[in-house]
């Protein structure tokens, strides 16, 4: 099974800064399918990214992503306060689907 | 808009089944396919499963042995069974929308909030 190690464990960043996840997968990615997830305490976990880099329906420009292989990346720009969350990637290449642990993002 | 809804006993015995069931409403079931994923402290969110409305099932290997996933098309749910629970499938259980990919990969385009099981 194909594990997901997600850096770092908490981003502390400013409204308006830029916020860099990564996600290393333990090998390759088939297709790139990987997947970011968003999720805020008590809500439903939203899809952020799929394909590694195609936006979900709905989902701000602000949200980017890259990759390809064992690295990648979601990147936020012009954070704003409701970004406050905790956010996963996915790998569907594999099987089993396998997530990684999370990157918690709060706003100073 | 669509919206997910799980339903379900928030406490189960040990070696009991577990029994839970999630509600589709705001759209169409058919032409979907519904899985379930769990998240739990000590291992994070793992996948256990999905359904095709047609019935077919893929599931976890790690869980396959005890679960079970069906489908009512009629009733606009989908339902997971987990039997002979321990104390480790504790876990906030989620249903989802799944998109499936070519090879077989699935992502999950639509979520619940998660419904809290605990084992004791």
């Known amino acids: 099974e194909i594990v997901l190690t997600q850096s770092p464990g908490t981003l502390s960043l400013s409204p308006g800064a830029r916020a860099t996840l990564s996600c290393r997968a333990s090998q390759t990615v088939s297709g790139n399918y990987l997947a970011w997830y968003q999720q805020i305490p008590g809500q439903a976990p939203r899809l952020l990214i799929f394909?590694?880099?195609t936006r979900a329906t709905g989902i701000p420009e602000r949200f980017s992503a890259s990759g390809s292989g064992t690295d990648f990346t979601l990147t936020i720009s012009r954070l704003e306060p409701e970004d406050s969350a905790v956010y996963f990637c996915q790998q569907y290449g594999g099987s089993p689907n396998t997530f990684g642990q999370g990157t918690k993002l709060q706003m100073k | 808009q669509v919206q997910l809804q799980e339903s379900g006993p928030g406490q189960v015995k040990p070696s009991e089944t577990l029994s839970l069931t999630c509600s589709v409403s705001?759209?169409?079931?058919?032409?979907?396919?519904w899985g379930w994923i769990r998240q739990s402290a000590g291992k994070g969110l793992e996948w256990i499963g999905h359904?095709?409305?047609?019935?077919?099932?893929d599931y976890n290997p790690s869980l396959k042995s005890r679960v079970t996933i069906s489908v009512d098309t009629s009733k606009k749910h989908f339902s997971l069974k987990m039997t002979s629970v321990t104390a480790s499938d504790t876990a906030i259980y989620f249903c989802?929308?799944?998109?499936?990919?070519?090879?077989?990969?699935?992502?999950?385009?639509?979520w619940g909030r998660g419904t809290l099981v605990t084992v004791s």
């Open positions: 394909g590694a880099s």
């Open positions: 705001g759209g169409s079931i058919g032409s979907y396919l």
């Open positions: 359904i095709y409305t047609n019935g077919r099932t």
């Open positions: 989802a929308r799944t998109v499936l990919t070519l090879f077989g990969g699935a992502h999950f385009d639509l």
